[in-house]
């Protein structure tokens, strides 16, 4: 189930560019809308994060690369990040999938982690995601946890002003 909520965030975050018409009385003509030119590979995000966190148990966490990885070295990557920040990484499960709009493969990366949402101090681990995959050309990271106004400091990340 993670698998299907990573790649539909993910994809809907990595497509997501168009522009909506502003709202117009319907007595007068709608102006057409110019449509937003595609962006550029180089200008998708390479990188998106999603932790998932409920407050039982350990958080869900889904990331999706914007191409296809070699897997063992970003186990190792990603266990480093547990190493790092302190958490326990559990059930870290990485496979390829082709992207439904044009077909390029893309890595799929899910994890459970046990510290990456403080419900008592009320923080979130974005700090050690981010310097983690700081290398990435463009990333996001979004914490999807129910009570947010209970948490402190930012609740997610997005890399290059998108």
């Not at 189930?1 to 502003?22: D, E, H």
């Not at 958080?59 to 190792?76: I, N, P």
């Not at 994890?111 to 310097?131: A, H, R």
Request: with cysteine.
């Amino acid at each position: 189930m993670i698998w299907v909520l990573v790649l539909a965030v993910s994809l809907a975050i990595l497509s997501a560019s168009a522009a909506t018409a502003p709202s117009v009385p319907s007595d007068q003509p709608a102006e057409p809308v110019e449509e937003p030119e595609a962006l550029p590979p180089t200008d998708m995000l390479a990188l998106t994060i999603v932790v998932y966190s409920t407050g039982e148990g350990p958080s869900r966490v889904g990331m999706t690369f914007d191409r296809q990885l070699e897997h063992a070295e970003l186990e190792k990557r990603v266990q480093g990040l547990g190493e790092n920040a302190g958490w326990h990484i559990e059930e870290l499960r990485l496979r390829d999938e082709a992207d439904p709009e044009d077909g390029r493969m893309l890595t799929l990366v899910s994890f459970e982690c046990d510290k990456i949402v403080d419900w008592e101090k009320g923080f979130l681990g974005i700090k050690p995601l981010v310097k983690e995959f700081a290398s990435e050309a463009r990333f996001q990271v979004a914490f999807l946890v129910p009570g947010m106004e209970n948490f402190s400091g930012p609740s997610g990340y997005s890399e290059n002003g998108l």
